[in-house]
């Protein structure tokens, strides 16, 4: 198994440039999320899946669009880019988040700059 | 605002040395995780503790869980080089059918050899 698979693992965008940060696991979880992690700040959650055609907004959504048509994708869409989404993106699975402790799986991360 | 607080935010000591990090927060979790994040890296599980009091061993790592279940800390014995990294607390809330993972901002650990 892959696990979680990230693309691209670097870009650099300009103001108000859109692209996609895609998220692919096979490990057939039915959670999937979408991170950033900004430097010496935690995790903040942006959206989560509970399973495909299934999303919700997390901590942090503005600025950012997901989808989730089939259970193994999951891209995450920036349409105006910003400086202050300069960050790195980890997307994350879990089998259900519905278990007691429940195991998240990362992928390497997407590290975006914004000029 | 439920935070999880991390301390020391940034360690730096000699190979052999043990060190201890600490999670706080004023929020009761029904669990709490340690990970650890490698340069480059997305984070990797660890431990999960769940029990108030219950103390977990991972070769040289001790995962401990208050009593109230408010804080945990994390002892590393006799470290080594490879014990360098980013370690990350995540405490987790449950409410009803609601969850939610409340991450600490990391301890960055860096082990000279």
């Known amino acids: 198994n892959a696990g979680v698979t990230q693309t691209p693992k670097f870009r650099i965008l300009k103001i108000g440039q859109s692209m996609t940060l895609q998220c692919t696991q096979d490990?057939?979880?039915?959670?999937m999320y979408w991170y950033r992690q900004d430097p010496g700040m935690g995790l903040k959650l942006i959206y989560y899946?509970?399973?495909?055609?299934?999303?919700d907004k997390g901590e942090v959504p503005n600025g950012y669009n997901v989808s989730r048509s089939t259970t193994e994708d999951f891209p995450l869409r920036l349409e105006l880019a910003a400086p202050s989404q300069t960050s790195v993106y980890f997307c994350?699975?879990?089998?259900?988040?519905?278990?007691?402790?429940?195991?998240?799986?990362f992928g390497p991360g997407t590290r975006l700059l914004v000029l | 605002t439920q935070l999880l607080e991390q301390s020391p935010q940034f360690l730096s000591i000699q190979e052999g040395e043990n060190l201890t990090v600490y999670c706080n927060s004023s929020?009761?979790?029904?669990?709490l995780q340690w990970y650890r994040q490698e340069p480059g890296e997305g984070p990797v599980l660890l431990v999960t503790?769940?029990?108030g009091g219950e103390v977990k061993k991972l070769k040289r790592l001790t995962f401990q869980f208050g009593d109230a279940r408010k804080d945990s800390s994390l002892h590393i014995t006799a470290a080594q080089t490879g014990d360098t990294g980013l370690y990350l607390c995540?405490?987790?809330?449950?409410?009803?059918?609601?969850?939610?993972?409340?991450w600490g901002a990391g301890t960055k650990l860096i082990i000279k050899p």
């Open positions: 503790v769940v029990t």
């Open positions: 995540a405490g987790e809330i449950r409410e009803d059918s609601n969850y939610q993972l409340i």
């Open positions: 929020s009761v979790f029904s669990s």
């Open positions: 490990m057939n979880h039915n959670y």
């Open positions: 994350a699975s879990s089998y259900s988040a519905r278990q007691y402790q429940e195991t998240q799986y």
């Open positions: 899946s509970v399973g495909a055609g299934i999303t």
